[in-house]
């Protein structure tokens, strides 16, 4: 079983940086990849970033590419993502989520709210 606990969330203005960390429990040898989504309010989940265990594959959604950066470290069990720039399209919940296969994500943390204003 594995466990993901968000942080690091909170009410910034636009152009503030914020970092979100994911704390990972568990069996975290068997992770394949660790990504960030998003749901902002009245809209579906998004993905926003996903790095792979060795923190050599890693992949951004558009919309966030040249601003957020996804990073991990094994020795902590840690995922961040530093979001610099935010613009209040950014406001949402993000949460932290783990697939063992590459194919479903089987894990997901609760979330951390992220409010940008304008």
């Known amino acids: 079983q594995v466990q993901l606990v968000e942080s690091g969330g909170g009410l910034v203005r636009a152009g503030d940086s914020l970092r979100l960390s994911c704390a990972i429990s568990g069996r975290t040898s068997s992770i394949f990849w660790t990504a960030w989504f998003r749901q902002a309010p009245g809209k579906e989940r998004e993905f926003v970033a996903h790095?792979?265990?060795?923190?050599?594959?890693?992949l951004y959604a558009d919309s966030v590419k040249g601003r957020f950066t996804i990073s991990n470290d094994n020795a902590k069990n840690t995922v961040d993502l530093q979001m610099n720039n935010l613009k209040p399209e950014d406001t949402a919940i993000y949460y932290c989520?783990?697939?063992?296969?590459?194919?479903?994500?089987?894990?997901w943390g609760q979330g951390t709210q992220v409010t940008v204003s304008s």
């Open positions: 790095i792979s265990r060795s923190g050599i594959t890693l």
């Open positions: 989520a783990l697939t063992e296969t590459g194919a479903n994500y089987d894990y």
